[in-house]
């Protein structure tokens, strides 16, 4: 089954937002001290997934291109309003941000990376769902925590994840027809340099060192692929 190892994955997700739900209670400045240690965590997992790029130059142009379409479009705008729809359909509190903010970090904390290309490449190419499955167990651990410091918004974290996972392994049987080998490598090492840079941001934010509008820079995970193509060229 193609779809078995995302699935596995959001399946994950759930429960271990679910089990977070039952330590929302706790005092607060325990979650900010807990807010704290996640955030210093996510920096040296994406600093770990920065420092695999081998074209600096391509991470740079891809951010750039990246931020003036993602600001031309408003792409931050749009998923806070997008977190914030969410939020009213299941709560008649004033927490839509709190759902919002829970709900964007999440999903860009299991979406970019690594694992969730090749696993998902694994599952449609080869019917392996190893990679996914471990990730599945990683997402799940950390969407616990999560959801005891950002509430309930990070349960739907598992629609993108869905989506994006699941697209990539349905698409996977064709996409060696489409893209060399060598060129696929090549994009997921600075496909993950530059989602590491994103989570890099996300790091920052949980910590409140800065307020980086990371939503606005995911076109970036787009525009990675036509800038590593030129920079083939020449």
Known sequence: MVLFGTLVNGALIIAGCLIGLFFTKIPERYKETVMHGIGLAVILIGMQMAFTTEVIVVVLLSL?????????????????????????????????????????????????????????????????????????????FVALVLTTTLGFGVIFSVIPVLLYQGSIALLATQIEKLLPESFLNGLIVELTAVGGLLIVAIGLNLLKIVQIRVGNLLPSLLTVGFVYYIYLLF
């Open 64 to 140: 750039l291109t990246g931020a003036i379409i993602g600001e031309f479009i408003h792409v931050e705008e749009g998923l806070n309003r997008l977190g914030a729809w969410i939020g009213g359909r299941f709560t008649t509190t004033n927490d839509n941000f709190s759902i919002a903010q829970g709900f964007i970090t999440a999903s860009l904390i299991f979406v970019i990376g690594a694992m969730s290309v090749i696993g998902a490449l694994d599952g449609g190419l080869r019917g392996d769902h190893e990679v996914l499955i471990t990730k599945g167990v990683i997402d799940g």
